[in-house]
C-alpha cells in the first residue's frame, strides 16, 4: 500500500517554522506532571530487593522480619506475587518465562526477588534490608561466546541450548558476489553493551478495587494506547476494567515502551493489599534492571568489493548477548536489516545472527534499536576498503552512493529507500568543515607531536518503523505477526471555535504538542498557541503506537492532518449551508471561512463552530451536530515480507541521511580523547520545526559521544556482578564533553508521508559512534591502529596503540 | 536509595562535638560537606546511629598563615569548603598545589559545599587532595576529648578509605609548610570525565637550587596504588637533576612495587601505565614552574 504526497504547491505558515515548544513552560516550572507527582488517597509506596547475584538459586525467602516493622502493609516474593499477576507478555516465540519478581531462580545481577508496600520509602527501603534470602549461587555466564558452547549451563532449562534464536538469510547472490570480487575486507567488531538513562526512572502507581475488579494505572509507560491488552494481560484484569493514564516521562531514550516489570509490580502489590502503591524505580534499579539495553555485538564482517570499488556483497555475522530473558525477540535485528548497506548500492547481503542467553539483564530497545552497531561495523568496512585498495575514502563513498534518480530505491533485504541526495550532503559537509583548513592543523600539531583526526560517516537513519521488524526473521512461528503501527489524534472544535486535539501518544521528551498545534495551525490557518493538546488514556480509543523508531512526528503530523481536515471540511460545508452557497466556493484562511474571491462574505471560527452546535436545521441533508473528528494514521508505506524471506517488503521506507564530520584530538600516552570539533549535515526530509530537530540531533549526537568513549555495562568476568551500577561508573558524557556542534539541514521530502517529513530522533546517535571512531584511526593513523570496538575507553585506546605497534603487554 | 534510620546532632561547640564522638565512637560519623557521605548513606553502603555535623561549630573555618617568618604555615580547618580553598589567595600564594589540585576535584557546586579536610578524612585513594597534601609534606591535625595529636599526612593515610583516625578522633585542621626558595609545583591527571575522580593523578613538588638543580622534590600519586602514596624512588632519581629528560626516565620507576585498585575505569596494570606517564609531566611542569615562573603547561 503507498499513499504519495501530492507535490507541494501551497506556501506553508507554520510547518517548518521553530515555533516555540508548548512543553517548555510546564517542564520548566515543574508543573509536567510526572509519575512522581501522582499522589493518590491513601497511596503506599513499594521498593524492591534484588539479587546479589548472577545466576543463583533461592533455596528460602524469610520475609517475617520486614513485615513486623511498623509501616509495612505487604511483602511480597515471586511466589506469592504469582498469586496476583501473571508473566510478561513476550514477543518471542521461544519458551522463555519471565517474571516480574523472580521465582526459583535468578538469572542477573539485579532481578528483583520480593517487593514491599509499606507507608513510605524509607521503611518499605527498611524492611527490604530485612528481608532474609537464602541463595545457592550457580556459574554465571558472563561471555557470550561461551555461553554458545553446548556443554554451557542453560539460562533458561526450557532451552536446548543458550543459542535461544539463529537465522542465516541471504539476499542476491552473496557467494557469487564474493568470488567474483578484487578485494574482500574483512573487520571484527565489538559494540559493547550500553543502555539509556533517562533522569526519570520507570514507575508507575496501580490502584486495584476490588470490588470493580478493576485497575487503574498512572505510568510512563508508551504502549498504554497501544498493547493495553498485554497489561491486562500481566495483571490478570479483563482488558475493559484497566484503565491506564500516560504521565508526563521525564526521558526514555527507548526504554520505556512497555516497562511491564515496574507495572507488574506496581500492580502486584495494590492487588495484594487493596490500596494504592506506587513504585518508582530509583537510579539503581534502573540501571541494574530496567529493560533499558541495547545491542551487545560481536560481529565478523566482510565487504566485497570490485577493482575500481564497486561494493558487491555484504557479509554480516553476528553474535548477540541478549541477557537472561527474551522478551522482545530479536527484533533488534529486524530494525538492522532495513539499512544493513547503508547509503550505498551494495548488490546482496548475508546476515547471520546468533542470540545468545547470558546472565545480564535482558535487552531492550536503546535509541538506535539495532541499526546503531550496524551502521558501526559498516562504516568502519568502508574505511578500511578505502585504506586497502587506495583510494580516498570520500572518493570510495562517492561512488558507491544510490543516486537521486534510484529513488524510491529497494535494498537487497526489500525494505525502501524513498528519497534522498547522499552526495550534495557530503559536499555540504566537507564544505561546513573547512577540510583543508583542519588537515593543516593536522600537520602543524603532529609536528608538535600532537594526534589531530578528522572523522567522516556517511549515515542512514530508518524512521517510521512498521511491526513486522519485530517477528519477520522468524518462519511461521512468530507469536504475534503483527502488522500495525498506528498514531491517532482526536480534534473537535467546540461551539466557540476553540480547537483541542486529543492524542493518543504520551509526552516522551519530545515535542507532540508542538508539533500537532503547528499542523493544526496550518490547517486552519490559526496561530499554534490558541490550539489545546491533551493526552488520551487507554479508555478513549486513541490507538497509537507513540514514539519510538523516529516515528513519532511523522505519524503524528499525519493523524492530525487527516483529522484537521475532516474538522475543517465538515467546518466548510456548515459554513456555506449557512452563507447560502456551495462548498466548493468556500475556503478556510486564517481562521475564517470565507467565499472564494469574495472577501465581503464570511464567518469566524466561532460561528461556524456555534451553528455546528446549536443549530442544526432539521433537514435530512443537514449536518450531523457537532465537531468532532478521529483519525488513525496507519503506517503510510508498508509492504508484507514474502513466505520465504527472500523479500521482507517495505518496513522502515523513511530513511533520512546525515554525513557528520568530526574533530579529534588522542593523547596517545594516556588514551584521552578530546572533540575539538563536530560538523554535521542532516537529511530528515521536511524539517517540521528547525528547533526542535536541532535539539533532537544534538541530543542524539551526545549520546553517541558517550557511545564512542564511555557508555558501557560491565560485569565481572567470573562471578557477573554488575561493576556498573551507578552513573559512577556507567559514564554519560557531561556538557564538558561535547564540542560546539555545528549543524545543517537538507531537505529532500518524503515521498510517502505528510509534507514529507522523516524521522530525526535517532539519527545522532547512530552516526555519531562510527564517526568518531574514524576520527580517532585518522588521528592515530601514523601508529597504524584500526579501531574496532566500542567505547574507545583511554585504556582501550593506549592498548590499541600498543597492540599496533606489537609492544609487549 | 533513602537512608537507613539515623539521628541527627548539631553541636555548637568542638567539644560537644568531640563528646559525641566518645560517646558513640564508631556507630557516630562526621558530616562535613556530605558530598560523599550522604550518597554512601544513600546507598546503605554505610548506616551511622548518629550524624555528627560539625557545620555550626565555631573556629573550624579557619584559613590562613600562622607562625613566624622563618617558617610559617597554611591552616585550613575542618569546615573550609573545597571551593574556598581553591579561590583563596593565601592558598594561590603559598600552595598552590592545593589551589591547583582542588579545582580539579569535581565541579564547582559540589565543591562548594566539599571540604577540603572532610576529602583527606575520607581518604579516597583516587582523590586528588590527599595526594597534593602528601606532596606539599602536610600535616593532620587531629582531636578527641582526651588529647590533640599532630599526623604526618603519610602516616595518616592507611589504605583505601582508611586512616589512622581513632572512632573517637576528628580532623579540626589540616596544616601546610610554606616553602621557601625558588619552587614550582604541578598537579596533572587522567579522567574519564571532566570533574570525574581520576583513573590516576601525580602531584609534583619541584624546589631549585642556585646552580638550577633540583633541590627539593616530593611527588606523590593518587589511583595508583593502595592509598594515596609518596613515590620516593622517583623522588631519590630526580634530586639534583637539572634536565627535564631526567624527569621521564626517573618517572620509569613511577609505579614500581605499587598495587594500584583495578575498577571499570582502569585496570592495574593501566593505572600503573599512567603513573609513570603523569609523574613525568607532573615533574616536567613543576620544574619548568619553578624555573620560570611564567610557565604554566607540560612542557
Ligand atoms: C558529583 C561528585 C563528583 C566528585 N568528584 C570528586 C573528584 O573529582 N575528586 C575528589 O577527590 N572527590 C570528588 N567527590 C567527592 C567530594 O569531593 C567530597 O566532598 C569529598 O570527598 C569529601 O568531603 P566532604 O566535606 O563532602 O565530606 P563528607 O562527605 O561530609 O564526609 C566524607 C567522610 O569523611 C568523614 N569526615 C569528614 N570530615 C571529617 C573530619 N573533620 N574528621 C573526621 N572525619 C571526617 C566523614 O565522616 C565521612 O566518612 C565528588 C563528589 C560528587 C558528589
Request: hydrophobic share 30%.
Given at each position: 500500500m503507498s499513499t504519495v504526497e501530492e507535490p507541494r504547491t501551497e506556501a506553508r505558515r507554520w510547518v517548518g517554522q521553530s515555533v516555540p515548544?508548548?512543553?517548555?513552560p510546564k517542564l520548566l516550572t515543574g508543573r509536567?506532571?510526572?509519575?512522581?507527582d501522582v499522589v493518590l488517597p491513601g497511596m503506599l509506596h513499594g521498593a524492591v530487593l534484588r539479587s546479589p547475584h548472577a545466576h543463583a538459586r533461592i533455596v528460602s525467602i524469610d520475609t517475617s522480619e520486614a513485615e513486623a516493622?511498623?509501616?509495612?502493609v505487604v511483602v511480597l516474593t515471586g511466589a506469592t506475587a504469582a498469586e496476583h499477576v501473571d508473566p510478561m507478555p513476550a514477543f518471542?516465540?521461544?519458551?522463555v518465562e519471565q517474571r516480574a519478581i523472580a521465582v526459583e531462580?535468578?538469572?542477573?545481577?539485579?532481578?528483583?526477588?520480593a517487593a514491599v508496600a509499606a507507608t513510605d520509602r524509607y521503611v518499605a527501603e527498611d524492611a527490604c534490608e530485612r528481608i532474609r534470602v537464602e541463595y545457592e549461587v550457580l556459574p554465571a555466564l558472563v561471555d557470550p561466546v561461551a555461553a554458545m558452547d553446548p556443554s554451557a549451563t542453560r539460562v533458561?532449562?526450557?532451552?536446548?541450548?543458550?543459542?535461544?534464536f539463529h537465522r542465516s538469510l541471504d539476499w542476491g547472490e552473496v557467494d557469487a558476489d564474493l568470488a567474483r570480487a578484487h578485494t574482500v575486507v574483512r573487520s571484527s567488531a565489538r559494540w559493547h553493551r550500553m543502555g539509556a538513562h533517562p533522569i526519570e526512572t520507570a514507575g508507575a502507581v496501580a490502584s486495584w478495587d476490588p470490588f470493580g475488579q478493576s485497575m487503574t494505572v498512572y505510568s510512563n509507560s508508551n504502549f498504554i494506547n497501544f498493547l493495553p491488552w498485554a497489561f491486562a494481560g500481566i495483571l490478570r484484569v479483563s482488558t475493559n476494567r484497566l484503565r491506564m493514564i500516560p504521565c508526563a516521562v521525564g526521558g526514555s531514550f527507548g526504554s520505556k515502551h512497555l516497562i511491564t516489570k515496574v507495572i507488574s509490580i506496581t500492580g502486584a502489590l495494590s492487588k495484594a493489599c487493596g490500596r494504592p502503591v506506587q513504585y518508582l524505580e530509583d537510579r539503581a534499579d534502573n540501571v541494574a534492571a530496567n529493560d533499558n539495553v541495547g545491542c551487545d555485538r560481536i560481529y565478523d564482517a566482510e565487504l566485497a568489493l570490485a577493482e575500481d570499488g564497486e561494493m558487491l556483497g555484504l557479509v554480516l555475522r553476528i553474535i548477540d548477548d541478549?541477557?537472561?530473558?527474551?522478551?522482545?525477540?530479536?527484533g533488534q535485528h529486524g530494525n538492522a536489516?532495513?539499512?544493513?548497506?547503508?547509503?550505498y548500492r551494495i548488490g546482496s547481503v548475508r546476515y547471520d545472527v546468533s542470540c545468545v542467553l547470558t546472565n545480564k539483564v535482558q535487552q531492550g530497545f536503546f535509541r538506535?534499536?539495532?541499526a546503531d552497531p550496524g551502521n558501526f561495523i559498516l562504516e568502519r568496512l568502508v574505511d578500511k576498503a578505502a585504506l586497502e585498495m587506495g583510494i580516498d575514502r570520500v572518493e570510495l563513498r562517492r561512488r558507491n552512493f544510490v543516486q537521486?534518480?534510484?529513488?524510491p530505491y529497494k535494498i537487497p533485504t526489500g525494505n525502501i529507500y524513498d528519497s534522498g541526495d547522499y552526495e550534495a550532503v557530503l559536499d555540504r559537509a566537507l564544505e561546513i568543515a573547512g577540510l583543508d583548513g583542519w588537515r593543516t592543523e593536522q600537520e602543524r600539531l603532529r609536528a608538535e607531536g600532537r594526534y589531530l583526526g578528522i572523522g567522516l560517516a556517511t549515515c542512514q537513519e530508518r524512521s517510521g518503523?512498521?511491526?513486522s521488524e519485530w517477528w519477520f526473521?522468524?518462519?511461521?512461528?512468530?507469536p504475534l505477526p503483527a502488522t500495525s503501527t498506528p498514531e491517532s489524534c482526536k480534534i473537535d472544535v467546540d461551539a466557540m471555535g476553540g480547537v483541542r486535539a486529543t492524542i493518543g501518544?504520551?509526552?516522551?521528551?519530545?515535542s507532540p504538542e508542538t508539533v500537532v498545534g503547528q499542523v493544526v495551525a496550518e490547517e486552519f490557518?490559526?496561530?499554534?498557541?490558541?490550539v489545546s493538546v491533551v493526552y488520551a488514556d487507554s479508555?478513549?480509543?486513541?490507538i497509537s503506537a507513540g514514539p519510538g523508531g523516529s516515528r513519532v512526528t511523522i505519524m503524528l503530523s499525519g493523524a492530525t492532518r487527516g483529522a484537521a481536515r475532516t474538522v475543517r471540511d465538515k467546518m466548510v460545508r456548515v459554513a456555506a449551508s449557512a452563507m447560502e452557497m456551495?462548498?466548493?466556493?468556500v475556503e478556510c484562511v486564517d481562521g475564517v471561512f470565507r467565499a472564494k474571491g469574495v472577501p465581503g462574505t464570511s464567518m469566524t471560527m466561532a460561528e461556524v463552530g456555534m451553528r455546528a452546535h446549536l443549530?442544526?436545521?432539521?433537514?435530512?441533508e443537514a449536518e450531523s451536530s457537532g465537531l468532532v473528528a478521529v483519525h488513525t494514521y496507519d503506517h503510510p508505506y508498508f509492504t508484507p515480507p514474502t513466505d520465504d524471506r527472500s523479500d521482507l517488503g517495505a518496513?522502515?521506507?523513511m530513511v533520512s541521511h546525515a554525513c557528520h564530520i568530526p574533530i579529534v584530538e588522542v593523547?596517545?600516552?594516556?588514551?584521552e580523547v578530546t572533540l575539538r570539533a563536530y560538523y554535521v549535515v542532516n537529511d530528515c526530509?521536511?524539517?517540521?520545526?528547525p528547533a526542535l530537530v536541532e535539539g533532537q540531533v544534538v541530543g542524539g549526537i551526545v549520546l553517541g559521544i558517550g557511545a564512542a568513549l564511555m557508555e558501557e555495562y560491565r560485569y565481572g568476568a567470573?562471578?557477573?556482578?554488575?561493576?556498573?551500577?551507578?552513573l559512577r561508573e556507567y559514564l554519560l558524557p557531561s556538557?564538558?564533553?561535547?564540542?560546539?556542534i555545528v549543524l545543517e539541514h537538507l531537505e529532500t521530502p518524503s515521498p510517502f508521508t505528510t509534507y514529507g517529513v522523516k524521522g530525526a530522533g535517532e539519527g545522532g546517535r547512530l552516526v555519531a559512534p562510527t564517526a568518531i571512531a574514524s576520527a580517532v584511526d585518522d588521528a592515530l593513523r601514523p601508529f597504524g591502529v584500526w579501531v574496532?570496538?566500542?567505547?574507545?575507553?583511554p585504556e582501550r585506546v593506549v592498548g590499541m596503540i600498543a597492540d599496533a605497534r606489537g609492544d609487549q603487554r | 536509595m533513602k537512608p537507613a534510620p539515623f539521628e541527627y546532632a548539631g553541636p555548637r561547640e568542638l567539644d560537644e562535638a568531640l563528646d559525641l564522638l566518645a560517646e558513640h565512637g564508631d556507630d557516630a560519623r562526621v558530616l562535613a560537606g556530605g558530598q560523599s557521605l550522604v550518597r554512601l548513606m544513600n546507598a546503605r553502603q554505610v548506616s551511622p546511629a548518629v550524624v555528627v555535623d560539625?557545620?555550626?561549630?565555631?573556629?573550624?573555618?579557619t584559613l590562613g598563615l600562622f607562625g613566624d617568618n622563618g617558617s610559617s604555615t597554611l591552616r585550613l580547618g575542618a569546615t573550609v569548603r573545597q571551593r574556598t580553598s581553591e579561590l583563596s589567595d593565601e592558598v594561590a600564594a603559598h600552595a598552590p598545589l592545593l589551589a591547583e589540585a582542588g579545582a580539579q576535584v569535581a565541579h564547582a557546586p559540589v565543591r562548594a559545599r566539599g571540604t577540603v579536610v572532610g576529602s583527606v578524612a575520607f581518604a579516597?585513594?583516587?582523590?586528588e587532595l590527599p595526594a597534593a597534601l602528601l606532596a606539599l609534606d602536610g600535616l593532620v591535625k587531629v582531636r578527641s576529648r582526651a588529647a590533640e595529636r599532630t599526623v604526618a599526612a603519610d602516616d595518616f593515610f592507611t589504605g583505601p578509605f582508611r586512616t589512622?583516625?581513632?572512632?573517637d578522633e576528628m580532623v579540626v585542621a589540616v596544616d601546610v609548610p610554606v616553602a621557601t626558595g625558588r619552587t614550582g609545583s604541578a598537579f596533572v591527571e587522567l579522567t574519564?570525565?571532566?570533574?570525574?575522580?581520576?583513573?590516576c593523578g601525580a602531584a609534583a613538588v619541584v624546589g631549585v637550587g642556585d646552580d638550577g638543580r633540583v633541590s627539593h622534590v616530593r611527588v606523590a600519586l593518587c589511583g595508583a596504588d593502595e592509598r594515596p602514596v609518596r613515590v620516593p624512588a622517583v623522588e631519590a632519581a630526580v634530586l639534583?637533576?637539572?634536565?627535564?629528560a631526567a624527569f621521564t626516565e626517573a618517572a620509569a620507576?613511577?609505579?614500581?612495587g605499587t598495587s594500584p585498585i583495578p575498577s571499570c575505569h582502569g585496570s592495574a596494570d593501566f593505572r600503573r601505565h599512567l603513573a609513570r606517564v603523569l609523574t613525568a609531566r607532573a615533574l616536567r611542569t613543576a620544574f619548568a614552574r619553578a624555573t620560570s615562573p611564567k610557565e604554566t603547561t607540560d612542557a
Open positions: 515548544r508548548k512543553e517548555d509536567a506532571g510526572f509519575i512522581g516493622l511498623p509501616g509495612v518471542c516465540a521461544e519458551p531462580r535468578v538469572r542477573y545481577p539485579g532481578e528483583a526477588v533458561h532449562e526450557t532451552l536446548d541450548s543458550n543459542i535461544v541478549y541477557g537472561a530473558y527474551f522478551q522482545f525477540a530479536h536489516v532495513a539499512q544493513p548497506v547503508g547509503p538506535g534499536a539495532g537521486p534518480d534510484q529513488f518503523y512498521n511491526a526473521l522468524y518462519g511461521d512461528e512468530a501518544c504520551p509526552l516522551w521528551g519530545n490557518g490559526i496561530d499554534p498557541s490558541a479508555t478513549s480509543g486513541a456551495d462548498p466548493e466556493d443549530f442544526n436545521d432539521g433537514t435530512s518496513f522502515y521506507p593523547d596517545p600516552e594516556t588514551g526530509g521536511t524539517v517540521m520545526n567470573d562471578d557477573g556482578a554488575l561493576e556498573t551500577p551507578t556538557m564538558h564533553e561535547v564540542p560546539e574496532d570496538e566500542l567505547p574507545m575507553t | 560539625i557545620n555550626r561549630v565555631p573556629g573550624l573555618d579516597d585513594p583516587s582523590a589512622s583516625l581513632a572512632p574519564r570525565r571532566h570533574g570525574d575522580l581520576p583513573v639534583g637533576a637539572d634536565d627535564p620507576v613511577a609505579a614500581d
